[in-house]
């Protein structure tokens, strides 16, 4: 992606991102009859010559003759060429056109002063763009332009947070996440061709992901040798400035001691005028980060052993400081074989050892250490604590190949370090979906396993974890606890909480409640490193079945992780920053080889787009959940089947659940099974058939039973509710719903019980409020149908045109047809056709593709 720094408007005319002030700065004098000099001005990349298309478009729109005068580099000395080929211009025209003369910087002061002298007698309008900052030799002519009566000087800002955001949105087509914002911001400084640059580094790097329309940083940006245009202006600059600008990108953090590095200072000057670099008096520093960065990327292997040696000798010497952590160990990996194996390797394994858990760039000074490594038990420590940064940030690939290279030194670890890598192996293998893998663990290869028979049956149990086979994996937990309790400290903690988990998917609820009561039973707790993961663990176990309250609980001493705060605003309701947070978790693998949080996440987000209109998209994210990590898959049928149903597809919706359930048996899983039951037995009911409604309650009663969770209770009493008018079960699980304190719970469960009978008019208000709280428009639109059928009043007449429009704008933005857009929203194709008429009118849009857009840019209103 390069290039582009406009994009259309939904309703056909060209926009330019945040320049409508400036357009209309510079379009007003040119209509005004008067001749006047109109100069846009602004540094490069700022959009001056953007902002001069969409005028020119503007004034032929307007039947305004306009002419450009080309201005080139070999202009820059030859004031009467310039001057007469203006004067040749006008000559073509019966009247004198709007003349456009771009990048008037690029000429002498004494070519300027003859344009400026003539401009009187050319007796027209001239459009001029400058690019800031004003070069030293303009600077006389510069102040008599700020005094002419006849000059109107519009200077372009860069773009805020908000704006960069557009841009982001009408370039690429998708959202972006306030994170990416942020960073795009900063290292572009709010410059649309320095977006664009930061962008496509970001592209090309990998640095960025796509999940739901929505885009997020999963990786530190490094840049890329891409050719850029932003960086091909420099490099047209001369040989001088392109090698000084590729060098200070790698030493300018070094302050003043940059250019002692640099040598040959000359060219300094001119990048400083040409807006690339800015003199501080502590040294310089680029424009902005993303120009160091793409400079970086463009240097040769050779060109950074060297400025990477320069660096790190000035560093080691004495000679030169950088307060960044990470800029000394960065260097030495740009050093090469440059800088001593032994000392390099031990200050990279010490940088990386002291971030492991807080920065992802440790990943590769432990890498790179480990390749430095002066003896077998230095590169042996490399190597774990490599595998353990990747496994930290979701690098699984990475910390597998280290995995494989650190057993094969077994006698320089530990049997818990043993244990600790075969563990990562077995995630990683979970994490890029191989169960075939994991199928021979589980099935033979385990008895080859490093560390012993504990670690041996322990690795197996896990294997079974992560190919559903929970029941065969607590029964050899169950069975050979004996032998693994004796073993170490990493064998007990992975025994214990792989048994936990097994025991909470099977329903032997008792073992579960031991280890996850006491979490010390795991030796690994007292351990600092170890202890926040384990505590996520447990609480993800917890969020599964539904007890947010307790998992909050667990989470309160501790920094949450971005899938755990998902998770329990979802829980809570706040469910435009779980919407964020889910998207998050899930672009950034911070769920890979985390079964529970996984599934978890994948249900509760399709839950969420499904609620709030988004079905293609709910659609997607179940089909990705399931490509992803396809563990516990009949827990993404509940949100399947909810999608089914609200197309009106009633029997695909039951084969869906049914499907679930099979799933389930034949893997002896109970967790999860309640959803499905408690659906298919009001669907039952709804459909006539009280046999098949009353069979299910008896399930469900079994279930609650087993897991005695809340969930399976309000499950339960839900179900007996509607199905046998049960009065007591109603104001029960009411009690219950309301102890619980999840709003979607509460609002499904009124809902449930008003349809059946079971709630007054104010049940209803309830729900409909509580379904507010959560912006859920297909609940609402299905419960203002049931509201009329009671004869209850809708509260808020313009809110509920306002949110019905909305509702289908969001359902055509899903590219659902008309017969689609009738059967979610009960009624005819006909009333479709209507309401469309109308939206498309009202809004001024004349396709489905641009309310799309505008939809997901958010200029819809």
């Known amino acids: 992606m390069t290039g582009t720094l406009s994009h259309t408007d939904p309703r056909g005319s060209k926009n330019l991102i945040a320049r409508d002030d400036a357009h209309t700065s510079v379009v007003w004098p040119l209509l005004s009859g008067a001749t006047r000099l109109v100069l846009v001005t602004g540094p490069a990349g700022i959009g001056r010559t953007a902002l001069l298309d969409d005028v020119r478009d503007t004034l032929e729109q307007q039947r305004v003759r306009t002419a450009d005068v080309p201005l080139l580099r070999a202009d820059r000395n030859r004031p009467q060429v310039v001057v007469a080929r203006v004067r040749e211009e006008l000559a073509r025209w019966s009247r004198p056109p709007v003349l456009f003369l771009d990048d008037l910087h690029r000429l002498n002061t004494d070519v300027l002063r003859a344009l400026l002298n003539a401009f009187p007698q050319f007796a027209t309008c001239v459009v001029g763009s400058y690019r800031t900052p004003v070069r030293l030799e303009h600077t006389d002519l510069a102040d008599v332009l700020k005094t002419s009566p006849l000059t109107?000087?519009?200077?372009?800002?860069?773009?805020?947070?908000?704006?960069?955001?557009?841009?982001f949105t009408s370039v690429l087509n998708v959202s972006a996440d306030p994170e990416l914002v942020r960073r795009l911001h900063q290292d572009s400084r709010g410059v649309p061709g320095l977006i664009d640059l930061a962008v496509d580094g970001y592209l090309?790097?990998?640095?960025?992901?796509?999940?739901?329309?929505?885009?997020?940083?999963?990786?530190?940006?490094?840049?890329?040798?891409?050719?850029h245009p932003a960086v091909e202006r420099i490099r047209l600059l001369g040989e001088a400035a392109w090698q000084s600008a590729k060098a200070m990108a790698i030493l300018h953090p070094l302050g003043p001691a940059a250019e002692q590095l640099l040598g040959d200072t000359r060219a300094l000057p001119e990048l400083e005028a040409e807006g690339v670099l800015v003199r501080h008096e502590d040294g310089w520093r680029f424009r902005a980060?993303?120009?160091?960065?793409?400079?970086?990327?463009?240097?040769?292997?050779?060109?950074?052993?060297?400025?990477?040696?320069?660096?790190?000798?000035?560093?080691?010497?004495?000679?030169?400081?950088?307060?960044?952590p990470g800029y000394l160990p960065d260097r030495l990996i740009d050093a090469g074989g440059f800088a001593d194996a032994g000392k390099a390797a031990t200050q990279l394994l010490a940088a990386g050892r002291a971030a492991v858990l807080h920065d992802?760039?440790?990943?590769?000074?432990?890498?790179?250490?480990?390749?430095?490594?002066?003896?077998?038990?230095?590169?042996?420590?490399?190597?774990?604590?490599?595998?353990?940064?990747?496994?930290?940030?979701?690098?699984?690939?990475?910390?597998?190949?280290?995995?494989?290279?650190?057993?094969?030194?077994?006698?320089?670890?530990?049997?818990?370090?043993?244990?600790?890598?075969?563990?990562?192996?077995?995630?990683?293998?979970?994490?890029?979906?191989?169960r075939g893998a994991l199928r021979k663990v589980a099935d033979g290869s385990w008895r080859s396993l490093p560390g012993g028979t504990a670690a041996r049956f322990i690795g197996r149990a896990v294997a079974m974890c992560y190919t559903d086979r929970w029941d065969e994996a607590a029964t050899l937990l169950a069975s050979t606890r004996g032998m693994w309790r004796l073993g170490n400290a990493a064998s007990v903690t992975f025994g214990e909480l792989f048994g936990m988990?097994?025991?909470?998917?099977?329903?032997?609820?008792?073992?579960?409640?031991?280890?996850?009561?006491?979490?010390?039973?795991?030796?690994?707790?007292a351990v600092d490193r170890h202890r926040p993961a384990l505590q996520s663990a447990m609480a993800r176990c917890l969020l599964l079945m539904g007890e947010s309250k307790r998992a909050a609980r667990m989470l309160a001493d501790q920094a949450t992780a971005v899938a755990d705060r998902a998770l329990l605003e979802v829980a809570d309701g706040r469910w435009d920053a779980a919407l964020g947070n889910a998207r998050k978790a899930l672009a950034t693998g911070s769920t890979l080889g985390q079964v529970a949080a996984h599934t978890a996440l994948g249900r509760d987000l399709a839950t969420m787009l499904v609620t709030r209109a988004k079905l293609t998209r709910a659609r997607e994210v179940i089909a990705d959940a399931r490509a992803g990590q396809n563990v516990?898959?009949?827990?993404?049928?509940?949100?399947?089947?909810?999608?089914?149903?609200?197309?009106?597809?009633?029997?695909?919706?039951?084969?869906?659940?049914?499907?679930?359930?099979?799933?389930?048996?034949?893997?002896?899983?109970?967790?999860?099974?309640?959803?499905?039951?408690?659906?298919?037995?009001?669907m039952s009911l709804d459909d006539g058939d009280r046999e098949d409604a009353e069979a299910r309650v008896e399930r469900l009663a079994d279930i609650a039973a087993t897991m005695d969770t809340g969930r399976a209770h309000r499950n339960h009493l839900l179900a007996?509710?509607?199905?046998?008018?049960?009065?007591?079960?109603?104001?029960?699980?009411?009690?219950?719903?309301?102890?619980?304190?999840?709003?979607?719970?509460t609002a499904l469960t009124l809902t449930a019980l008003a349809s059946h009978g079971l709630g007054d008019a104010q049940t209803l208000r309830d729900a409909y409020e509580l379904f507010g709280t959560l912006d859920a428009l297909l609940p609402r639109a299905l419960l203002r149908h049931l509201m009329r059928e009671r004869g209850v009043a809708v509260p808020g007449r313009a809110v509920t045109t306002a949110e019905q429009e909305r509702l289908l704008a969001s359902l055509v933005a899903?590219?659902?047809?008309?017969?689609?857009?009738?059967?979610?929203?009960?009624?005819?194709?006909?009333?479709?056709?209507?309401?469309?008429?109308?939206?498309?009118?009202?809004?001024?849009?004349?396709?489905?593709?641009?309310?799309?857009?505008?939809?997901?840019?958010?200029e819809y209103h």
């Open 152 to 167: 109107e000087i519009v200077p372009l800002a860069p773009l805020n947070r908000a704006e960069v955001s557009h841009m």
């Open 204 to 227: 090309r790097g990998g640095a960025m992901r796509i999940i739901d329309r929505t885009a997020y940083l999963v990786d530190e940006p490094r840049g890329t040798s891409h050719r």
């Open 289 to 324: 980060p993303v120009l160091a960065n793409a400079l970086a990327a463009s240097l040769g292997p050779y060109e950074r052993h060297d400025l990477g040696w320069r660096a790190v000798s000035a560093i080691w010497e004495g000679r030169a400081f950088c307060a960044n």
């Open 360 to 434: 992802p760039a440790a990943r590769r000074w432990l890498r790179a250490a480990a390749d430095r490594a002066a003896s077998q038990e230095q590169r042996a420590e490399a190597l774990f604590m490599h595998a353990v940064a990747c496994a930290c940030h979701n690098d699984f690939i990475s910390a597998m190949a280290s995995v494989d290279a650190a057993l094969e030194l077994p006698d320089d670890f530990t049997a818990d370090q043993l244990q600790e890598l075969y563990l990562i192996r077995l995630v990683g293998m979970c994490a890029a979906g191989d």
């Open 501 to 525: 988990s097994a025991a909470l998917m099977t329903g032997r609820m008792a073992e579960f409640e031991r280890v996850a009561s006491d979490p010390s039973l795991c030796p690994l707790y």
């Open 632 to 682: 516990l898959q009949h827990v993404l049928d509940v949100p399947e089947s909810d999608l089914e149903l609200v197309l009106g597809a009633r029997d695909k919706s039951r084969r869906v659940l049914l499907r679930g359930l099979a799933y389930a048996a034949q893997h002896a899983i109970v967790i999860a099974t309640d959803e499905l039951e408690m659906r298919l037995a009001v």
């Open 720 to 745: 007996r509710a509607v199905t046998w008018y049960d009065r007591a079960a109603a104001a029960e699980v009411r009690r219950l719903v309301a102890e619980r304190g999840q709003p979607h719970e």
């Open 814 to 858: 899903e590219g659902l047809t008309n017969r689609e857009l009738a059967g979610v929203l009960r009624t005819t194709e006909k009333s479709v056709e209507a309401k469309l008429t109308r939206l498309f009118q009202r809004t001024g849009y004349r396709s489905r593709v641009e309310l799309a857009t505008a939809m997901l840019t958010g």
